[in-house]
């Protein structure tokens, strides 16, 4: 049966969306536990959001007489996309244009360095809230810069920067991760821990 509680959109989970660290930071198997200490906030993303592209290439194969008889998969795509416009975070701009070609403190001067080194992979977590305050955690724990769109700047609207990333697949061939509790789930884990924290004390 079609359930209306079950449609949703997706916010920004208050603090930040988009955290990156290096690779081999230990990544979240959960959509509650906390990151770790290594995890830095991006910031604001546009009001667009984040896309995600899973497109799926196949073959066709046909039978003497034209039948399809196969579909072999060639190819499958996992991007996301989504715009930075923290424009004078300097994480951003690290994040962006690659860590070691951005040097400074927005305070002591900024220098940023353009040039064509690859951009280093990195571990990137997506915090959002779903509705009825139910958790979504996206973790890709390999992503790396393919695009980043064309940059504007005008007065009427914020320096931002399109960023395409594409995420590589781990140890166990996945490419991307995706973790969903409801908030009541989380209260309730969050008392029984509490209530078994106490009782060892006891």
């Known amino acids: 049966m079609a359930d209306k509680n079950l449609v949703t959109a997706a916010k920004p989970k208050v603090g930040g969306a988009i955290w990156i660290a290096p690779v081999g930071t230990t990544i979240p198997t959960d959509a509650v536990t906390a990151l770790a200490e290594d ?73 940023i360095t353009v040039n064509s080194k690859e951009h280093e992979p990195s571990v990137i977590v997506v915090e959002m809230i779903m509705n009825g305050g139910v958790l979504k955690r996206i973790v890709i724990p390999s992503a790396v810069v393919t695009a980043v769109d064309e940059l504007t700047y005008g007065d009427s609207e914020a320096v931002g920067y399109a960023v395409t990333v594409a995420a590589q697949p781990d140890t166990s061939g996945n490419t991307h991760y995706e973790y969903i509790v409801k908030s009541t789930a989380v209260s309730t884990a969050a008392t029984t821990m509490t209530q078994s924290d106490t009782s060892n004390n006891s």
């Open 39 to 111: 995890y830095i906030s991006l910031g604001y993303c546009s009001e667009d959001g984040l896309t995600n592209n899973g497109e799926i290439s196949t073959e066709t194969i046909k039978a003497w007489g034209g039948d399809t008889v196969l579909n072999p998969q060639t190819d499958k795509t996992d991007e996301f996309g989504f715009t930075l416009i923290e424009g004078l975070n300097v994480d951003v701009l690290k994040f962006v244009h690659n860590e070691s070609n951005v040097t400074g403190t927005l305070d002591e001067g900024i220098a």
